[in-house]
């Protein structure tokens, strides 16, 4: 049962276009998200994350939106530059739980 | 700061030998790190919950006398995986959390590990 999902195995993007990676999870008591970005034989390296109080929360060139109704979340990353390739993993917590829930992934590659 | 070192970053072992990973914190004390595996263009699926001091909690489905954690010390997290066999052969990467102050999980590097 994948309670939280990133329906793109991939994405392609120029360089400085918008890259746009999306979340979804089934778990109605997540209440905290996060985004990691991995490079191949790595761990994650900690992005950017929003509680569920909030709709928007953004750091330098990442943004994430957090849609609750829709039981959605995306990350933007603007301008995209090459160094922002990787595999971005988006993970979910609920209340009380120290425990992660990790999205499947998605690879992202920025085209110079 | 935040920062969590794993030893090896790659071990190679024979089918039937146990292979020990350590988890460090190296600039703050870890109340709580975590064990995930991951396979080949997959998540990262947790494995075990170690808090210091107390015995392990598995996840469904892992076997808690084939991965062998111990939390000892709160710098300190090692998981060994007895009597290996090729389908371990993984990407284990451990995660460490400072519970008092913030509920950030902070990565290692991993550890890849092949059976042969």
């Known amino acids: 049962d994948q309670q939280v999902k990133q329906n793109s195995p991939s994405l392609s993007v120029q360089e400085g276009r918008i890259s746009i990676l999306n979340c979804d999870y089934t778990?109605?008591?997540?209440?905290?998200f996060l985004w990691y970005k991995k490079y191949p034989a790595e761990g994650p390296t900690f992005l950017i994350s929003i509680s569920s109080i909030k709709d928007k929360n953004e750091d330098g060139r990442f943004t994430v939106f957090l849609n609750k109704s829709a039981k959605h979340l995306s990350l933007h990353i603007v301008p995209s530059q090459p160094g922002d390739s990787a595999v971005y993993f988006c993970a979910a917590r609920d209340f009380g739980n120290e425990k992660l829930t990790f999205g499947t992934g998605t690879r992202l590659t920025i085209i110079p | 700061g935040a920062v969590v070192s794993q030893h090896p970053s790659r071990v190679i072992c024979k089918s039937g030998t146990s292979v020990k990973i350590e988890c460090r914190s190296l600039?703050?004390?870890?109340?709580?790190m975590f064990w995930y595996r991951q396979f080949p263009k997959q998540s990262l699926m947790l494995m075990a919950t170690s808090n210091e001091g107390s015995k392990a909690t598995y996840e469904q489905g892992v076997e808690k006398d084939k991965f062998l954690i111990n939390h000892a010390s709160l710098t300190l997290s090692t998981l060994t995986v007895t009597s290996a066999h090729p389908e371990d052969s993984s990407f284990y990467i451990c995660s460490a959390m400072e519970l008092a102050v913030t509920y950030e999980q902070y990565f290692g590097p991993g550890t890849r590990l092949t059976v042969t």
């Open positions: 600039d703050f004390q870890a109340t709580t």
């Open positions: 778990n109605s008591m997540f209440d905290y």
